[in-house]
């Protein structure tokens, strides 16, 4: 059971904000090495302060180039951005449908202009979705997604694709479920259950995009990744799960998904960056998986 870490109890995420955050402040970088745009993530972290970013985007400029914030800004604008031309390419070959699953306080469904024709179920923590919902209202912004509340503690992952069955997600068209930022924070037997249920409600032609951490990285931390894991677990969502790249394709065949790629951030950050900006997203351990749902489903047990 479960695809989000236990929060403290009746609380909305609080890394989740800090993701957000990390989204808008993408633009405190030059306009030309900026791989998204997100005006509404720094609202997560405060209303107050998303003001503040939008109103002195100038004179804050000098925050991207601080120690530990640079390169969590530019992690964050390689993450999102790899997902979303993944998404992007899906969507140009005709998908329609997607799934944010323990979506936080994403705002694809508010700025991909791609998305306007789609169905965006976003599916969370009660707590984490009510105080989205409050923010944007706060803000002004009224985002087309639909919200499908879910508690990851109680209920069973078995049971969620007939509940988005039941709020309009068609599982005989082909889906697109977006997986971020989720995984470490599992046991064995929720990423199990998740991937199962995930495939359930993802007929043939459907993806799935998911960021992970390579096991070397919560096995064996250096000194910043030790850190960073101390922190989250005071909010009460340790580091907990990992896989190796190599055996990642046969866990996946497992459960009846197809690995089409898997990338270290680092290099898509080269691809995607100036060599001296793309250094400071150097870890490999932090990757991301698509994976597609074949023609045929093997029974696996």
């Known amino acids: ?14 890394t989740a904000a800090f993701v957000a955050a990390a989204r808008q402040l993408g633009q405190l970088l030059p306009e030309n090495v900026r791989l998204v745009d997100d005006p509404y993530g720094a609202a997560f972290a405060s209303p107050m302060v998303g003001r503040w970013l939008e109103q002195k985007t100038d004179s804050l400029r000098p925050l991207a180039t601080m120690p530990g914030m640079r390169q969590w800004i530019l992690y964050m604008q390689v993450r999102t951005r790899v997902i979303d031309d993944a998404l992007r390419a899906w969507l140009a070959g005709g998908g329609r449908q997607l799934v944010l699953l323990g979506a936080g306080y ?14 965006v179920l976003e599916v969370d923590h009660p707590a984490t979705q009510a105080r ?4 944007l209202d706060q803000i002004g912004a009224h985002s087309p997604a639909e919200y499908v ?13 007939d509940v988005l069955a039941e709020a309009g997600l068609d599982v005989t068209a082909p889906v697109f479920t977006i997986w971020e930022g989720v995984t470490m924070y599992l046991t064995d037997v929720a990423i199990d259950a998740s991937l199962r ?59 009846n998904w197809t690995l089409v790629r898997d990338v270290a951030m680092s290099d898509a950050a080269r691809e995607l960056l100036p060599a001296d900006l793309a250094a400071y997203v150097a870890n490999p351990d932090r990757r991301f998986a698509l994976a597609a749902a074949p023609e045929a489903i093997a029974v696996a047990k």
């Open 1 to 14: 059971m479960g695809t989000i870490p236990r929060m403290r109890e009746d609380s909305p995420s609080r």
């Open 106 to 119: 994403d705002c694809r469904a508010l700025r991909l202009p791609e998305l306007a024709d789609a169905h």
């Open 132 to 135: 989205k919902k409050s923010v």
């Open 149 to 161: 509340t879910w508690d990851f503690e109680s209920r069973a992952m078995e049971d969620l694709p």
């Open 197 to 255: 249920a995930i495939r359930a409600w993802s007929p043939a032609g459907s993806q799935l995009a998911m960021t992970y951490f390579a096991k070397s990285r919560i096995a064996q931390p250096n000194l910043i990744t030790r850190a960073m894991k101390a922190v989250v677990a005071t909010f009460g969502e340790p580091w907990k799960f990992g896989w190796t790249p190599d055996e990642l394709p046969g866990y996946l065949a497992g459960r």
